[in-house]
């Protein structure tokens, strides 16, 4: 039962921020940062050193959902779950990652471009799928891809910004995942404008969701 009330806080909360760093210190006061501007969903990209240390002193902190990101295969999966990991965000789709997640009760968002990723994804019970780049497509995509795949629930990620962000909700997006442009400044230590920047964008997303509830009503 608690995948699912995780699945329905992150999308509840429509957006994830993808923290990255070149050091552990670095990525941890950026994700408080991120976390003191209002930001629920923290992916801890495996591209940090200490990752993993990272999750377990996140995962306790002020309600976070904290997953791990940049998750190449089921190995790294499992250390991330058994460390506090909630869900496991890919660039691609596998099979054993997929498998894993299940066992375990996490939930996995793979990284897919195609119509057969997708279908495939979906064959192994991924809830969310991440469009990865989105930069890649227009925010149309997604209104063409539920023509045939009504059922899928797609989360952009990679190419999400404060200009486009409102076009990918009213275009069906169930959720966005954003990095630099809310996380930048923290490779400068600015910490204190990473918690302007996820306000600002907080606003912008909960203002966006009301647009686009009152367009389905």
Not at 91 to 120: H, Q, W
Not at 168 to 175: C, D, K, R, T
Request: glycine share 8%; net charge positive; charged share 20%.
């Amino acid at each position: 039962m608690q995948i699912y009330n995780t699945l329905n806080e992150m999308m509840t909360n429509k957006l994830a921020v993808v923290i990255r760093g070149n050091n552990q210190i670095t990525a941890q006061k950026t994700a408080i940062a991120c976390a003191k501007g209002g930001i629920k969903t923290l992916e801890i990209t495996f591209t940090i050193p200490g990752a993993l240390d990272l999750i377990k002193s996140l995962k306790d902190y002020d309600n976070l959902v904290i997953g791990a990101g940049t998750v190449l295969d089921s190995e790294t999966a499992r250390v991330a779950i058994l460390a506090g990991a909630e869900f496991i965000v890919s660039p691609s789709f596998d099979e054993a990652t997929a498998k894993l997640c299940n066992r375990y009760g996490a939930l996995y968002f793979p990284g897919c471009m195609t119509v057969n990723e997708m279908i495939r994804a979906a064959e192994f019970g991924v809830s969310i799928i991440k469009l990865f780049p989105s930069i890649a497509f227009n925010p149309s995509i997604i209104e063409d891809l539920k023509g045939p795949l009504p059922h899928i629930n797609i989360m952009p990620t990679g190419g999400v910004s404060f200009e486009n962000a409102n076009r990918w909700l009213e275009s069906g997006a169930v959720m966005l995942g954003i990095g630099g442009e809310i996380t930048r400044p923290g490779k400068n230590k600015d910490y204190e404008k990473v918690t302007q920047l996820a306000k600002e964008f907080l606003k912008l997303i909960r203002k966006d969701v009301n647009v686009v509830s009152k367009k389905k009503s």
